[in-house]
Antibody, heavy 118, light 110 residues
């Protein structure tokens, strides 16, 4: 059974860097030509695609966040990660890690709420 | 990139059909058959219900169907059931190679 699990701090101070890791289990993260995405959802609001990293480790970012994002893939650990710098309260959201197959997302991690506050 | 446009809310009675629209542009929905739909119950993780406009993943009931005309994609749920009450989000591939979501539609089963 395929499973994704996000991990990282639930609270980040303004202007600091949000760092999350997603662990994939049930298959090898590099065994197929999938991309690995991060999607976020502010409380009570809609979904926003943050970006993805391909099975070969090449990243592709949402232009609106591109200047603040770094994503990477660690095939040895079956993980991928997200760093979002210079966070503000507007970055408070549930962050989901997701497998991207072509242009759809499945499965999803359970999500982790990250609050930006001093 | 601008979000796709969805109605804020729709409603229907049990057994009826409802359709949720998702309007984009020629730079996304209008050009690519890469529209997907997600169902999200309160406090839960989004679930894929349709991909590539009209394809259902394994395990999704055939009450869920999709179509596209021009810059607008649609999700139709037939034979409404109480369990269908949820938020629904559309997503599309874009010319820039990114993915964009709609603002979401709250479906109420009366």
């Amino acid at each position: 059974q395929l499973h994704l699990q996000e991990s990282g701090p639930g609270l980040v101070k303004p202007s600091e860097t949000l760092s999350l890791t997603c662990t994939f289990s049930g298959d090898s993260i590099s065994s197929h030509t999938y991309s690995w995405s991060w999607i976020r959802q502010p409380p009570g609001r809609g979904l926003e695609w943050i970006g993805n990293v391909s099975d070969t480790g090449s990243p592709f970012y949402n232009p609106s966040l591109k200047s603040r994002i770094t994503m990477s893939l660690d095939t040895a650990k079956n993980q991928f990660s997200l760093n979002l710098s210079s966070v503000t309260a507007a970055d408070t959201a549930v962050y989901y890690c997701v497998r991207q197959n072509s242009a759809w997302f499945d499965p999803w991690g359970q999500g982790t709420l990250v609050a930006v506050s001093s | 990139q601008s979000a796709l446009t969805q109605p804020a809310s729709v409603s229907g009675s049990p057994g009826q059909s409802v359709t949720i629209s998702c309007t984009g542009t020629s730079g996304d929905v209008g050009t690519y058959n890469f529209v997907s739909w997600y169902q999200q119950h309160p406090g839960k993780v989004p679930k894929l219900v349709l991909f590539d406009v009209s394809n259902r993943p394994s395990g999704v009931f055939n009450r869920f169907s999709g179509s596209k005309s021009g810059n607008t994609a649609s999700l139709t749920i037939s034979g409404l059931q109480g369990e269908d009450e949820a938020d629904y989000f559309c997503s599309s591939y874009t010319r820039g190679g990114t993915l964009v979501f709609g603002g979401g539609t709250k479906l109420t089963v009366l």
